[in-house]
């Protein structure tokens, strides 16, 4: 069974300051697809990155960064220089391939980022 | 920017009642998914649905629920006889190839609330 772990409940920083968000995951497939949303307080899903399991190289999206270690089964989420309205809830989130494209995702519990001005 | 579409924002019914929560996915794309998320808690699957019948289904997913495409572009959850552990914010998403191969739309969700 495939599962996501997000253990930081709730990180709180001063604006500016860069954060890591970590995600680990679980699943007995070897072809896989990790996501990042983001749920900003007005509630709706935002997708931010799409990973696939053969695809390790970390990618970089202006203040964003994404660092994927299938060794140690993680999908790190890097914010540098964090702004205010990067408050937000981000999800970690696992599909494995098996259905052809139809599984549902798994989502971590989420991680409550608080930005303070 | 094509958008999925789900009405109403918000919906409150009372225990036993039926609902139908309505979606309108992007227009092109093949697969739909209805997810949920209780407040302040994950995001959790409920269905996908591909080709006019229903892909795969969670655990959470019972006989109270169904799913229907009734015409060529909405995309409906009913819940039959509502509980108050039903209460959430229902998403429908979207995605044009299946979501390992491209990102789910997701909509921007409609509240129920079962009183």
């Known amino acids: 069974a495939q599962k996501v772990t997000q253990a930081q409940t709730e990180i709180s920083v001063v604006e500016k300051e860069d954060v890591t968000l970590d995600c680990v995951y679980e699943t007995r497939d070897t072809t896989y697809y990790l996501f990042w949303y983001k749920q900003p307080p007005s509630g709706e899903l935002v997708f931010l990155i799409r990973?696939?399991?053969?695809?390790?190289q970390n990618e970089i999206s202006g203040r964003y960064s994404w660092n994927f270690q299938k060794s140690t089964s993680s999908f790190n989420f890097t914010i540098t220089a964090s702004q205010v309205v990067d408050s937000a809830v981000y999800f970690c989130a696992l599909s494995e391939a098996r259905g052809g494209g139809a599984d549902g995702l798994t989502f971590g519990k989420g991680t409550h980022l608080i930005i303070q001005p | 920017e094509p958008e999925v579409t789900q009405t109403p924002s918000h919906q409150v019914t009372q225990m036993g009642q039926e609902v139908i929560l309505r979606c309108v996915p992007i227009?092109?794309?093949?697969?739909f998914y209805w997810y949920r998320q209780i407040l302040g808690q994950k995001v959790e699957f409920l269905v996908s649905?591909?080709?006019?019948?229903?892909s795969e289904k969670s655990e959470i997913f019972d006989d109270q629920f169904s799913v229907e495409r009734p015409d060529g572009s909405n995309f409906t959850l009913k819940i039959r006889s509502t509980k108050l552990e039903d209460s959430a914010m229902y998403f429908c998403a979207s995605t044009p190839w299946g979501q390992g191969y491209s990102p789910l739309h997701f909509g921007n969700g409609t509240r129920l609330t079962v009183t």
């Open positions: 649905f591909y080709n006019n019948e229903i």
């Open positions: 990973r696939n399991s053969f695809d390790e």
């Open positions: 227009s092109n794309h093949l697969y």
